[in-house]
């Protein structure tokens, strides 16, 4: 009999998963929609410049960016960008390629991830922190419209 009543409550509880996250689940609505597109970006770390050129790129909601990394720098740098979940080291005059979906709209730094001194450009003391670059990202929504 006890096994009969532990297959009826594993039964109810399995309907009454089904049924919940049928009410309560991620509707196919709210999932992020992606474009198709593939774009391809390549930026570079210039060289004894703690910039990242170019500063800034597009990007429309849901596009596979394949991002390609070029470190012209004598030492490592690194790249992330937070918001995407991309985290990694690009070694002395080295590149790296990285693939990831932007997924929501908005403006998204990238920065260097690995500490990397500082200096002066053109009388400038510039460093590390300045190292920081834009994801500016538009609503897919507002491509379709």
């Known amino acids: 009999m006890n096994k009969y009543l532990i297959i009826l409550i594993i039964g109810v509880l399995l309907i009454g998963g089904g049924v919940s996250y049928k009410i309560f689940g991620v509707k196919e609505s709210d999932r992020p929609q992606t474009t198709g597109k593939v774009r391809e970006v390549t ?6 410049n703690w910039t990242w ?3 800034s790129f597009e990007a429309i909601q849901g596009d596979k960016i394949i991002l390609t990394v070029i470190n012209e ?12 979940g991309v985290s990694q080291r690009i070694p002395a005059n080295g590149r790296i390629v990285v693939e990831f979906v932007v997924t929501q709209p908005g403006e998204f730094p990238y920065y260097c991830s690995v500490p990397c001194g500082e200096g002066e450009v053109e009388g400038v003391k510039r460093g590390h922190f300045d190292q920081v670059g834009t994801i500016r990202v538009k609503s897919l929504i507002s491509q379709t419209q």
Request: no cysteine; charged share 40%.
């Open 43 to 48: 930026i570079r770390a210039l060289k004894n």
């Open 53 to 55: 050129e170019p500063e």
């Open 73 to 84: 720098d004598d030492y490592d740098h690194g790249i992330a960008i937070d918001a995407f």
